[in-house]
Structure formats: structure tokens, C-alpha cells
């Protein structure tokens, strides 16, 4: 099945939190990575199905929304990424996303 790629980074960590809690609940999504990016920006990258990815991240731009003091820097969705897109940058299932894959 083609899996795509969500991310969304956000300003404070609260909002990236509340994001990836809910984008883990709204769809079969994998959390693949997380991290600082710059200045108290975070950000958080999922994987999955094309159809389970985009109610996912919805659902995560929603709740960073509703987070008090959050801003959502920026956000996007790439369905089906070329391999070397995946190999090159740290959006691949790791071995400790691995037993959460779904």
C-alpha cells in the first residue's frame, strides 16, 4: 500500500504534543519522527496510508489550533515520496517506531 508522509511544526511544545496525540488516534499513522527544529519550534512527522494520513493530520492541525499559546508554523502532507526521498531524510520507520507500525 502507498504510505505518505505528514508533518506539522508548531511553536511551543504543548501544540506538538497536543498534534501527534491526536493525529495517532485519528488514523492507522506511525509516529516516525520528532524534534526540535529552531527557537522553541518542534516538529513531528508521521507515516501511513494516503487515506489514513489526511484525517490524521487534520485532526493534529486541529488540536495544535486548540492548543492555548500555540502556533502552527507550517504543515504538510506528501503522498507517496520517492524512495530516496525516504532513505535521505529521517522520515523512515526506525527501530523504535518499528513495533508501532501499523
Avoid: W
Avoid at 504543548?14 to 516516525?32: E, F, H, I, Q, S
Avoid at 519522527?33 to 507515516?47: C, K, T
Avoid at 496510508?49 to 489526511?54: L, Q
Wanted: aromatic residues 6%; proline residues 10%; hydrophobic residues 45%.
Amino acid at each position: 500500500m502507498p504510505e505518505a508522509v505528514g508533518v506539522i511544526q508548531t511553536l511551543g511544545f504543548p501544540g506538538v504534543l497536543a498534534a501527534a496525540d491526536a493525529m495517532v488516534k485519528a488514523g492507522r499513522v506511525t509516529l516516525v519522527y520528532f524534534d526540535l527544529a529552531e527557537r522553541g519550534e518542534f516538529m513531528v512527522a508521521i507515516r501511513g496510508g494516503v487515506s489514513e494520513v489526511k484525517p490524521a493530520m487534520e485532526a493534529g492541525i486541529a488540536a495544535a489550533q486548540n492548543t492555548f499559546g500555540c502556533t502552527i508554523i507550517t504543515h504538510y502532507t506528501i503522498p507517496n515520496p520517492p524512495p530516496n526521498i525516504v532513505d535521505v531524510l529521517p522520515i523512515h520507520h526506525t527501530p523504535k517506531s518499528e513495533p508501532f507500525r501499523v
